[in-house]
């Protein structure tokens, strides 16, 4: 774990308390959103976040002047100031990142709750995004070229890794809702509209799926999963856990794509088959042979088999959504 993140995060979360105070004197709505929530949300948070994401419904220079003196606040450039405001708080010599969204996060519907954030000898109470809606909100930033993340902007690679993993501990969490899916769309529509587009739920998850394909081939991934083990609180992710990560993540945006109306039977039938049968090294392998009929390379698919049989499965779930769909049938 890399000591300054630690540094970073810990001032992340001292600048959101002060922040909940003023916005609750001001009687504006503030909402915590983004990796930092996620994390905050799970019961054992697996990362440091060293950012601050939120929505907030007032003046966001008010909110800001809460943090000084204590901090240097910032103003960093934005090409929309009717949507976005960024800053940049400096104590000492650590920095942080606030980005504050000023759209709604959706047109129907109240994504947030009321949590308490307890952090070392911290404890304050904040308005957080619903698991729904931060799973639903990853999922979009995975749509890449449509209504996802830039593919133009610093550290996308990482950032991308960052929107996967939050994505695969809220699914450790809980099990994807019809409220999902419909904050899914919702979050579609506001972001066409931001960026003047008509992409399609379909075109979104089309857009999803090849970037989660692509980054498995990634030249680069060998050096993003060494840097971003640097913000893990324990363990690594090595590449067969990026693959199980990655296909997992596959199956289920295929589920969906594939049948909206039985998908949530679908999610349930695929982590069931896959818990009974990746050790099944005859179910495995062929599963294996059907996969490399359809094309996919050779060689990874042996790799998979050997270093992470999950990952095979969950790639055979992506490929043949039919036959986990036992509500089709």
């Known amino acids: 774990m890399n000591q300054e993140f630690a540094k970073r995060q810990a001032q992340v979360l001292d600048i959101l308390e002060i922040l909940v ?13 983004g990796g930092s929530a996620v994390q905050s949300s799970i019961p054992r948070p697996q990362r440091l976040s060293i950012d601050l994401d939120l929505y907030y419904d007032g003046e966001p220079e008010t909110l800001l002047s809460a943090l000084k003196p204590d901090y240097v606040v910032e103003k960093r450039p934005v090409k929309n100031q009717d949507l976005f405001y960024f800053f940049e708080a400096i104590k000492g010599n650590t920095l942080s990142k606030i980005d504050i969204a000023r ?4 047109e129907k519907g109240k994504p947030y709750q009321t949590k308490t954030i307890q952090f070392q000898s911290k404890k304050f109470v904040v308005n957080i995004a619903t698991f729904d809606y931060l799973l639903a909100s990853k999922f979009s930033s995975l749509a890449v070229g449509t209504v996802g993340r830039k593919i133009d902007k610093t550290d996308f690679q990482m950032n991308l890794l960052k929107d996967m993993f939050d994505a695969h501990c809220l699914l450790e969490q809980i099990k994807t ?8 769309e919702q979050i579609v529509k506001i972001q066409n509209r931001i960026r003047k587009t008509e992409h399609s739920i379909k075109e979104s998850l089309d857009s999803a799926l090849q970037t989660l394909n692509e980054s498995i081939q990634s030249v680069t991934l060998k050096g993003t999963l ?5 913000y893990l609180l324990v363990g690594n992710v090595s590449k067969p856990a990026y693959w199980q990560m990655t296909y997992r993540l596959m199956a289920y945006l295929n589920a969906y794509k594939h049948n ?4 949530f039977n679908l999610f349930s039938n695929i982590e069931k088959r896959v818990n009974q049968e990746y050790a099944n090294r005859a179910i495995v392998s062929e599963y294996e042979n059907q996969l490399r009929q359809k ?3 050779a060689e990874h698919l042996h790799e998979l088999k050997i270093l992470s049989p999950k990952s ?13 769909d036992v509500m089709a049938k």
Do not use: C, E
Request: proline content about 4%.
């Open 21 to 33: 105070k003023q916005a609750h004197l001001q009687k504006q709505l503030l909402v915590f959103i």
């Open 103 to 106: 759209f709604s996060l959706l």
């Open 177 to 184: 809702t019809q409220k999902t899916w419909a904050y899914f």
């Open 226 to 230: 060494q840097n971003f083990n640097q």
């Open 260 to 263: 909206p109306k039985t998908a």
């Open 295 to 297: 094309g996919i390379n």
């Open 312 to 324: 095979l499965v969950y790639l055979y779930a992506f490929v043949n959504p039919q036959a986990f």
